[in-house]
Structures are given as structure tokens and as C-alpha cells.
């Protein structure tokens, strides 16, 4: 219901950009061309064991990292389809052409980090499952088979992320994911490309690697709408 009622504010209300507060427009354009500067591989600093590749659609600053809080924390609903097509072309970076052979060249299946359940009830939503689908619809209209699977779930409570460091957060998580029983198969059946909205020190990522490929699948890498700065150091040249 909150869901809903989010929906039609967002219809019927003046809204101002999300990314520099300019008037009765939800993204003005310049903030939308933020979201769209380019797919990069990216590698926190330092990086935890069992990381896979990462890539991410834009830096975590300025206008992308309004956008995403404003998606995730206010009931943005609308930003899911610029952040959504950011989070795609993080896809594509990491799995290559789709008229490209070898491994990641064919569909794939985004599975979506989950999110505590008290933070969704919170929120009224889930941000990151609703930027996968974003995300899958956009490859899906660009000429690459995607669809989103029910994937992964917490199998013991776990402290919230924010304010906790590199170690602090391997702890926090470790052993903390699991797949869902009646997703097993989905999972394992084609290659999955892990989503979410952010990547900091890259400990959730690690740890939903390790519950997939703990249930028998194959991760390509990771996917992320966006990335801190330094985050994109470690690959330029």
C-alpha cells in the first residue's frame, strides 16, 4: 500500500531533480547524463576474499549519489529506470558484446543483494530488487536476454552496513546469505551476475558470491549502479 501511495505522489506532485534540486523536473538532463558517463571495472581498497569482478555504472558522488538515496531513502520510485539503465551498462561491462563468444556472451540471470527486512518494510520497498528489474528490462531492450532471480536471502540477522568498517563488515556478513530453497535451481541453471546499488568495501558482494557458488552456481561478477571514486583507480590508465 505504501508502494502504491508512493506511485501516485510521484504523479501528482511538483517534484524538483533528485540530483541538483532544480525545479518540477524528477532528473533534469545534466543529471541524467551523470548516470550515463560510463561502465568501469572497479576494486575497493583493500578488497576481501572471494570479491568477484566488479563493475559499476557511475562515481557515488554528486548528482549519482543523490539520485540513489533518493530512490532508496525517500520513495523515488521513478529514478529506478535512469538508475536501472546505469546499473545495465554496468552489466554489459562485465559480460561483453552479446555477439560475443565465450561464457558471458549469453542471457543471464541479475541476482539482486537483499536487503534486511525490516529496512524494506521501512522504506516500503526494496531498492535494489527494483533496480535489477530496471536493469533487466533495459538489456532485455538492447538486444540481451536477462531476467531477475529470486536469489538470495539473510539466514541470520545482521547489524546495518552504514558506519562499519572493511573488517567490521566481513564480520558483519560472513555466512549471513543464503539462496532460497526453490531459487536453487534458477540459480544454478545459468550465470549470474550479482546486482546491487553500491559497492564500498565490497564485503556483501564477497559474501553473495560465496552463498551461490556454495549452492552450485556459476557468478560471473558483480554489477553496481555506482562506485566511490577510488574505487575506479585500480583500472585506469
Known sequence: MREMWQELAGLVLPVDCAGCGRPRTELCGPCRRGLARGAARVRPDPSPVGLPEVWAGAVYADEVRAA????????????????????????????????????????????????????????????????????????????????????????RRVADQAGLGARERLSNIAGALEVRGGAAGPVVAAPVVLVDDLVTTGATLAEAGRAVTAAGGRVLGAAVVAAPGAAFAAYRN
Open 68 to 155: 540513489l538515496l533518493a530512490h532508496k531513502e525517500r520513495g523515488a520510485l521513478r529514478l529506478a529506470g535512469p538508475l536501472g539503465a546505469t546499473l545495465a551498462a554496468a552489466v554489459r561491462g562485465l559480460c561483453g558484446p552479446q555477439g560475443g563468444a565465450g561464457p558471458r556472451a549469453g542471457p543471464v540471470v541479475l541476482v539482486p543483494v537483499p536487503s534486511a527486512r525490516r529496512a524494506v518494510a521501512g522504506r516500503g520497498h526494496d531498492p535494489v530488487r527494483r533496480l535489477a528489474y530496471a536493469a533487466a528490462r533495459e538489456l532485455r531492450r538492447t538486444g540481451r536476454a536477462a531476467r531477475v532471480g529470486a536469489g538470495l536471502r539473510q539466514c
